[in-house]
């Protein structure tokens, strides 16, 4: 690929590298050999997770440090969440005088899929650069290195337990969001009608059914899992030096947050075929 440039007068050529066929292949290979390291850090993970000695104590500090840690965050993602849907969901519904079913389509919408994503981006955006941070540091400081050489087993002591904080957590985490976007939606309703605490969460309640409840949380361990997987695959394999921290926290978050929307899309499909 060529393109003239006039300077004074005069045509120069000046050419523009573009990607080579060997640069393309190398970029599938890289991809696949990516994809296989990633299958055997998880193949590792699950032979680790089940093995003793089981590192309660890290385990306990980590689901503190990703669990509690982000509920603020979380909580005020929720709220604004629930308060906004409201207020944008009501001149639509006002239009077709469905003004009544305002509060279950709010309701319905948060709890199958609103509240759930949401909060796994919001999670992959902070506990999943986090991790991929953390860990990148440890591998260039060569704090894993010293563990193995202490004969500790870096990879159980490291990545176990926040893999495992992290499925478990997100979950917690989703069902707070959800209450707490509720409370937006009763907040968001008032300011332009007056309903009572009681009908409100009465008219919630009797449009939500276990099956809107049970998938959208059950998922939601798979997208803590994902999430805290990637992060400590990122940061474990972390090189280049100091330059492979910041990469390894942005590859965390971005591959991250895709797996969530491929994980909900696969959840929603199963989901539509059994209930």
């Given at each position: 690929m060529s393109i003239d440039l006039k300077i004074s007068g005069e045509v120069e050529l000046v050419k523009v590298n573009e990607p080579s066929e060997n640069q393309y292949l190398k970029r599938v290979k890289d991809f696949f050999e990516d994809v296989t390291k990633l299958t055997r850090f998880t193949f590792r993970f699950f032979k680790e997770v089940v093995k003793p000695r089981y590192e309660f104590n890290e385990f306990f500090k980590q689901s503190y440090l990703i669990g509690y840690k982000s509920f603020p965050l979380v909580a005020i993602t929720g709220f604004i969440m629930g308060l906004v849907l409201t207020i944008q969901s009501r001149p639509t519904l006002v239009d077709f005088g469905a003004e009544s079913w305002l509060p279950a389509m709010v309701a319905v919408s948060i709890v199958r899929e609103i509240g759930p994503v949401i909060t796994a981006l919001i999670f992959a955006?902070?506990?999943?650069?986090?991790?991929?941070?953390?860990?990148?540091?440890?591998?260039?400081?060569?704090?894993i290195d010293a563990m193995e050489v202490s004969g500790m087993n870096p990879f159980k002591y490291i990545v176990v337990t926040r893999v495992l904080s992290a499925t478990l957590m997100l979950p917690v985490l989703v069902v707070a969001a959800d209450a707490i976007a509720l409370y937006g939606a009763y907040i968001g309703v008032n300011l332009k009608g007056d309903v009572n605490v009681h009908l409100f969460f009465l008219q919630v309640f009797e449009k939500l059914s276990f099956s809107d409840v049970f998938p959208a949380i059950i998922k939601t361990f798979f997208f803590g899992f994902a999430v805290g997987l990637i992060g400590c695959y990122k940061g474990y394999n972390s090189n280049n030096g100091t330059e492979g921290v910041g990469k390894s926290a942005n590859a965390a978050v971005v591959i991250g947050s895709l797996a969530v929307f491929i994980i909900d899309m696969i959840a929603v499909q199963i989901t539509s075929l059994f209930i």
């Open positions: 955006g902070k506990v999943g650069s986090g991790i991929g941070a953390e860990l990148a540091s440890m591998k260039v400081t060569e704090q």
